[in-house]
């Protein structure tokens, strides 16, 4: 490293490490678990230090009726309409560390049975595989009764995974009492929403460690949007949290989660016909995965599984010892 | 910038005629403006006058930004790259967006170099009401022959209106590329340690940017600027090297430290923009989709961290899309509420029986459904209302799209007086607010689709 004099920040801060997933000596079936957080360092920047966890990835599942554009539909195929098959699949085949089974859609179709059948699905996929999981509810909350339905499904969802230190959420500002408190009890992280808000991002936290939960339970997502639909403001608000947090102020010292998966709502991919719709939606989740990260994020929950690998592939660069670097004169001549 | 500045500091030193040149009523009006960064200081034309030359430098050094403003030219078009006044975005805004180069090289037979050269310039996308664009033209020389590289250069400035960045670290073949280059401000690329003083006189024998190139070496980066500027070439940019693979956490810890030694440390020699080049992906081995991926996120990566230019090779949409949006994204004013002008707006040419739709003024929604009426060929009227820049959705759960607001902006738009009939199509995404818009505005309520893409179909099927 060649010598110039740089600032080197001292942090006085650092972010709790959160652990999603227990083995059976925690008390859960699980058979790892997966350790996020604990940085010391703005993000990505060795020359400042190395932070202890790589950013970490979890491949999403959906619960029935994902909201998946028509290029993820033909490349899912029939995994789409079984969710214990398709998170088998991600861990055996796309070699997926951790699983998010996003509960999302689940909730469009509102009678009893259903969610008896819900309750089915989470035991299913906790018997078939053994990788850590997430369990997310409704993330943008259009009606009020997106935050009721929230509540039923996630509290629910607690006790079905007592014991496995599942990552649960999300809750928000006005919406946390129920599900944190059913997390507490069970003993999961927890995810907190915020928008694009360091100040509610504060006002949520607080509430969460009023409630007895820790910085050591509660991963924080701050995001707004994805490429080209607000990435600037999850940009800037994962930066200014870490920030923040590493340079003293406690109620913010708990991990980031972005969700690049969000990519594949952009409009640019809604288009069936065109040939690279799917390469321009890995490209879209990508970037947004790698910028989120760059700024602060330590989970990116991911869809289409070449993305996932894509990213994973950029972060291993700053974890691994270099070997000798390629001369980069040669692009020139490169024919 | 100085972080106290104070408008009268500025003021002192304006001509104080009001003469209203600026557009602005007055000098102190223009001083305000300008400390905000919200006008450039070329807007006071009497400034420029040879009376208020001094005046105008004192001001200059009042405001110029940390990073020094580099421009690349073609006769007809300039490329401004660095200039910013902040490391982080979110410290004020940043100013000139990444400027993106794809290459072209020497080898190429005339047809195929015409035709690559035209995809670069005619690369464009439309997004919320801005065409996205291309930049320049990297022409590298891999024949090393002066005649061919001249050639080259020749074409391409015959087919393009694009500035450009010649590259070749040979002397010989630079100066005939240059001499190609006329009524142009190329940037050259690159100085080395090997050749820096025959690429310094180039630099100033034909007033042009010059790059200055020190792979992993901020301190050989430093004193070949320190050379340069002793020659009294002040117009460089800077390459620590883009290195793919392994590599990438040195290319990210280079740019970062460098940017920090400007900002933090005030270092002179390192206040310059930042040229990255992806395109050192395609020097690896291995199959031909894994560079073009790695030089993507290559891209992605320096776009989010500090490039203010970058050289890719891959030409496809599916790369270079998501890096401009990416680009455009990152380089907007995060003190600007992304919001259009509540109000009417018309589309093609509507008559009284003619379809009223409303959406919110955040504008990406805006521009979004603007979009999907255009493309439809729609007459009709779209009621902008104000939802303080936020989309439906949020508008809605955060009650700043409420019943009210939607049938005040019905009264004040005059849209009444307008059309004859008092049907209004609302957002899909606002569907539980139709009965109360019914009763507060008396109007009769269609629920729209849940994406404005929707809109034809449901136009044909809904509107009688
Ligand atoms: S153009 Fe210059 S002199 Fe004229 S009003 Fe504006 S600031 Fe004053």
């Known amino acids: ?77 029939d995994l789409v309409d079984n969710p214990v098959e398709w998170s088998r699949e991600a861990v055996n085949k796309f070699k997926a560390e951790m699983v998010n089974l996003r509960l999302t859609d689940a909730f469009s179709i509102r009678n009893e049975t259903f969610k008896k059948e819900i309750s089915n699905v989470i035991e299913e996929v906790l018997q078939a595989v053994k990788v ?47 599900i944190g408190k059913a997390c507490l009890e069970k003993k999961h992280p927890v995810l907190a929403k915020t928008n694009m808000d360091v100040n509610q991002a504060l006002k949520l936290n607080t509430s969460l460690l009023n409630l007895g939960l820790t910085n050591k339970e509660i991963i924080m997502d701050v995001t707004t949007g994805a490429l080209g639909y607000g990435i600037e403001y999850t940009f800037s608000t994962l930066e200014r949290v870490k920030i923040r947090a590493l340079r003293g102020d406690k109620i913010l010292q708990s991990p980031s989660i972005i969700f690049s998966s969000e990519s594949w709502l952009a409009r640019e991919l809604q288009e069936e016909d065109k040939l690279e719709t799917e390469k321009t939606g890995i490209t879209f989740e990508v970037l947004t995965a790698i910028t989120g990260i760059m700024a602060g994020a330590n989970i990116s929950s991911s869809l289409h599984p070449e993305a996932a690998k894509l990213i994973n592939e950029f972060v291993n660069n700053f974890f691994n010892e270099p070997k000798q670097f390629i001369t980069v004169e040669e692009w020139l001549k490169t024919r | 910038m100085a972080k106290e500045l104070s408008p009268l500091d500025i003021y002192k030193l304006l001509p104080k005629t009001n003469c209203k040149e600026c557009g602005l009523e007055n000098c102190m009006a223009f001083a305000t403006k300008l400390v905000a960064m919200e006008i450039g200081l070329d807007a006071c034309k009497p400034l420029l006058t040879s009376k208020y030359r001094r005046n105008r430098e004192k001001i200059w050094d009042l405001i110029k930004p940390t990073l020094k403003e580099v421009v690349i030219k073609s006769p007809t078009k300039e490329v401004k790259i660095g200039g910013e006044y902040v490391m982080y975005r979110h410290e004020l805004t940043y100013i000139n967006p990444t400027a993106i180069a794809v290459d072209v090289t020497d080898d190429l037979p005339k047809d195929e170099l015409i035709e690559r050269v035209k995809k670069i310039e005619n690369f464009s996308y439309s997004y919320i009401g801005k065409e996205l664009k291309l930049n320049l033209v990297a022409v590298r020389s891999v024949t090393e022959d002066p005649e061919k590289f001249g050639e080259t250069v020749k074409t391409v400035v015959e087919n393009t209106s694009l500035p450009m960045i010649l590259c070749t670290f040979n002397p010989k073949v630079m100066k005939s590329g240059l001499s190609e280059a006329k009524n142009s401000k190329p940037l050259i690329y690159a100085a080395t340690k090997d050749n820096w003083d025959k690429m310094g006189e180039l630099a100033s024998m034909y007033n042009c940017p010059l790059t200055i190139f020190a792979p992993n070496d901020i301190t050989l980066l430093k004193s070949l600027v320190k050379t340069m500027k002793e020659y009294g070439i002040e117009d460089l940019v800077l390459d620590p090297g883009t290195f793919p693979g392994d590599g990438v956490s040195a290319t990210l810890n280079n740019f970062t430290m460098i940017r920090r030694a400007a900002f933090k440390e005030n270092d002179e020699l390192l206040s310059f923009p930042l040229i990255g080049t992806p395109i050192t992906a395609w020097t690896q081995e291995g199959r031909i989709l894994d560079k073009k991926w790695e030089e993507t996120y290559l891209a992605g990566m320096l776009i989010v961290r500090f490039a203010d230019a970058l050289i890719v090779h891959n030409l496809e949409g599916w790369s270079l899309l998501p890096q401009i949006i990416l680009r455009e994204n990152i380089y907007t004013d995060p003190r600007k509420p992304v919001a259009v002008e509540p109000g009417i707006r018309t589309f093609g040419q509507p008559n009284e029986n003619s379809p009223v739709l409303f959406t919110t003024n955040f504008a990406l929604t805006y521009y979004t459904v603007a979009a999907d009426i255009q493309s439809a060929k729609l007459d009709c009227y779209l009621l902008v209302v104000d939802t303080e820049g936020l989309s439906v959705d949020s508008a809605v759960a955060g009650r700043k799209l409420t019943a009210d607001r939607v049938a005040d902006s019905i009264k004040e738009s005059k849209i009444e007086e307008k059309v004859k009939h008092r049907k209004i199509v609302i957002p899909g995404r606002a569907s539980r607010l139709s009965g109360e818009i019914e009763e507060k505005s008396g109007w009769k309520v269609l629920v729209g689709p849940l994406d404005s893409s929707g809109i034809p179909k449901f136009m044909q099927e809904k509107w009688k």
């Open chain 1, 1 to 77: 490293m060649s010598s110039i004099p740089i600032s080197f920040e001292k942090y006085e801060g650092e972010i709790k490490e959160v652990e999603i997933g227990a083995t059976k000596t925690e008390g859960g079936t699980r058979s790892y678990s997966v350790t996020v957080g604990g940085d010391k360092y703005l993000p990505l920047y060795s020359f400042e230090g190395i932070n202890p966890n790589p950013p970490r990835i979890a491949h999403e599942v959906y619960c029935y009726h994902a909201p998946l554009p028509g290029s993820l539909f033909n490349f899912f195929g």
């Open chain 1, 132 to 178: 850590p999981l997430l369990i997310t509810g409704v993330m943008d909350i259009i009606e009020m009764d997106d935050y009721r339905k929230n509540n039923e499904i996630l509290t629910k969802s607690a006790e079905i995974c007592e014991g496995e230190k599942c990552l649960i959420g999300p809750v928000y500002t006005n919406a946390f009492q129920e």
